[in-house]
């Protein structure tokens, strides 16, 4: 335990800095060391952790309950390329004036999608009804990293 002109003529004899830790504390604590390089490598860290931040991207595709064959085989191919590009893909059906009498359409749609993509994507919340909308939300499902090949000749 030292005083603080003893403090500061050490950290200046040193070149460094006399940084307050903890200013509440009885006495308080200081810590002897390069602040412009502490905050440097402060700034550094926080960048590296937005650089590997993935941003959710979410994706929305509409049906009706009436789809045809083929206009359903292009929207799957769509929801597909979504998936793979690793984004959520919320599906939902939309239901306008009797078809509102027939939710069943709709939910068989929505799982007939979901039993399609469930090698590349999870039902993150199932089929449920919103007003005139039924929606529900796929999640891709992140493929393993592959083994660099010097490790896959050391195995």
Do not use: W
């Amino acid at each position: 335990m030292r005083t603080l002109p003893d403090a500061l003529a050490i950290a200046r004899e040193s070149g460094l800095d006399l940084v307050e830790v903890a200013a509440n504390a009885e006495p308080p604590v200081c810590k002897i060391m390069d602040f412009g390089k502490y905050k440097y490598e402060q700034d550094q860290r926080r960048k590296e952790s937005r650089k590997r931040a993935s941003n959710v991207v979410i994706k929305e595709m509409k049906f009706r309950p009436k789809i045809d064959s083929h206009d359903y085989d292009t929207k799957m191919k769509h929801v597909e390329r979504f998936l793979e590009e690793g984004s959520k893909v919320k599906l939902t059906i939309m239901f306008r004036g009797r078809e509102m009498a027939h939710p069943e359409l709709g939910r068989r749609i929505l799982e007939k999608v979901a039993e399609r993509v469930a090698e590349i994507a999870v039902v993150e919340s199932a089929p449920k009804q919103d007003g005139r909308n039924m929606v529900m939300v796929l999640n891709p499902i992140r493929k393993p990293k592959t083994k660099p090949a010097a490790q896959a000749a050391n195995v």
